[in-house]
């Protein structure tokens, strides 16, 4: 069954960190540009970071760049976000989410983690 979990969300004292993890089943990552997207409830989507299938390519809002990192482990079929020097604007719901254009579009979400900074 084809699934994407995400985990490592919580509330965080700003200047703080956190490391979301999102597990894939069903699916292999490196299959897939893997993207971590922040929303809040009533706003648009914001595409935070985003890693290519080859691994070669990442891409950080700007908003997050040099505080963000993504990388993905594929023996534990995982990509993770670590996030630095977190700041009250970063409280969103972040989700994982897979996808790929091979003859039809593949497009996966995970059900999103709730990250707080807040003082």
């Known amino acids: 069954q084809l699934q994407l979990v995400e985990s490592g969300g919580g509330s965080v004292l700003p200047g703080g960190s956190l490391r979301l993890s999102c597990v894939a089943s069903?699916?292999?990552?490196?299959?897939?540009?893997i993207s971590w997207i922040r929303q809040a409830p009533g706003e648009e989507r914001e595409r935070v970071s985003c890693?290519?299938?080859?691994?070669?390519?990442?891409f950080f809002a700007d908003s997050v760049k040099g505080r963000f990192t993504i990388s993905r482990d594929n023996a534990k079929n995982t990509v993770y976000l670590q996030m630095n020097n977190l700041k009250p604007e970063d409280t969103f719901v972040y989700y994982c989410?897979?996808?790929?254009?091979?003859?039809?579009?593949?497009?996966?979400w995970g059900q999103g983690t709730q990250v707080t900074v807040s003082s």
């Open positions: 989410n897979a996808y790929r254009i091979v003859l039809v579009k593949y497009d996966y």
């Open positions: 069903g699916i292999s990552p490196e299959r897939y540009d």
């Open positions: 890693l290519s299938s080859s691994g070669g390519s990442r």
